[in-house]
């Protein structure tokens, strides 16, 4: 099979493109034949050597569509429609990025669909992502106001939509005047552009403040979005787009507002059940939500699409077709 396989920690070019053995199903493992796969900025990290647990050389890849090739365990059939997602997916074993991946059999999850496989790879990380901060973590409700904080990322732009769509009140940030519409498009009800100190702005919408942050841009905005809180309210750190991964002198009696909470959320395949992935899939067969997809790749383009993400250039998710 072809496999584009990380070979060592470094820029976008230590992926390579390989001829490699097809893995071959074992017991409590499904060998899926891969028809499309989603690019992650866990993944951009991992390539750069940032995830001190993953040994080179490796497939990356933490989530894939595609067919049952082989399941041991009779579970599913050849042929069926299954996503798999994380679980240590291109991290401790070969992931995503190659024409078949081997993987345990609870990180499996089977769906029904007619959409096109380059749409269908967009879905699972990031629908997994967006529903665990929005319902695990931040537990909304219709009516309340959401802030989302760096909302022309792809995981922003999937959780405007999802939010308004469930009658939330929802504000969303750029550093970007020019992408006011796109927010708009995707659910947001307001817009502010983010210089990093956005909380006197926000009470200018809202002056006692919002329910519910979504924060993901990461620790460089997160006291300021502790600032933004009403009573009660909750902020959830689910990004990182900041890349700074500490935050400077922390004063939880200070910096948390009484009574607000600041949970994080870490994404695990066991926050996606077979049925809320079906129900999200419906949805966009639906025309509901409407998934923005940046650029469609091919396996041997996996360097162009590494390049493309570190440079943050696309507004929306990148998906590579096999
Ligand atoms: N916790 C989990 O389970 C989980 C799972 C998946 C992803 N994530 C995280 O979620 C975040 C979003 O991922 P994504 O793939 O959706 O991102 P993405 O689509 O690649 O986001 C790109 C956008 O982020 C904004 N951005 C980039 N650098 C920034 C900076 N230094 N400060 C502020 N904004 C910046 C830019 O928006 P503007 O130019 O418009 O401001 C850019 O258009 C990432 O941090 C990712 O690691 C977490």
């Avoid at 750069?48 to 049952?68: H, T």
């Avoid at 219709?142 to 504000?171: N, P």
Wanted: hydrophobic content about 40%; charged content about 25%; some cysteine.
């Amino acid at each position: 099979m072809k496999a584009a396989v990380t070979t060592r920690p470094g820029p976008p070019d230590v992926i390579q493109i390989f001829d490699l053995p097809a893995p071959t199903a074992t017991p409590g493992w499904v060998l899926i034949r891969i028809k499309a796969f989603g690019l992650n900025r866990s993944e951009l990290f991992t390539r750069r050597g940032d995830s001190p647990n993953v040994k080179f050389p490796r497939v990356q890849g933490i989530e894939c569509v595609g067919l049952v090739e082989d399941d041991p365990s009779g579970t599913y059939e050849k042929g069926q429609k299954v996503a798999a997602i994380m679980g240590e997916m291109g991290r401790e074993f070969d992931g995503g990025y190659a024409e078949y991946t081997l993987v345990p059999l609870e990180i499996v999850i089977a769906f029904e669909s007619d959409l096109p496989w380059s749409t269908l790879g967009a879905l699972p990380e990031m629908f997994q992502t967006v529903s665990g901060s929005l319902h695990e973590a931040l537990e909304i409700k219709k009516g309340e106001s959401l802030l989302i904080r760096g909302g022309t990322s792809s995981i922003g732009l999937m959780a405007g939509q999802l939010a308004s769509h469930l009658g939330l009140k929802v504000i969303s940030t750029t550093r970007d005047p020019a992408r006011k519409d796109l927010l708009v498009e995707h659910g947001a009800d307001h817009v502010i552009v983010d210089d990093g100190r956005i909380s006197g702005k926000l009470k200018y919408f809202f002056p006692s403040g919002v329910e519910k942050v979504l924060e993901l841009i990461g620790t460089r905005t997160l006291k300021d979005s502790l600032k933004c809180l009403g009573h009660k309210g909750t902020v959830c750190m689910t990004g990182i787009l900041g890349n700074e991964w500490t935050v400077k002198e922390f004063t939880p009696m200070g910096d948390i507002p009484s009574l607000g909470k600041l949970t994080v959320y870490m994404g695990d395949s066991g926050n996606l059940s077979q049925e809320k992935l079906q129900e999200f899939i419906d949805t966009v067969e639906q025309g509901i939500i409407k998934p923005r997809i940046d650029t469609i790749f091919k396996l041997d383009q996996i360097v162009e699409a590494h390049e493309y993400m570190e440079a943050n250039r696309a507004k929306g998710k990148l998906v590579v077709v096999i």
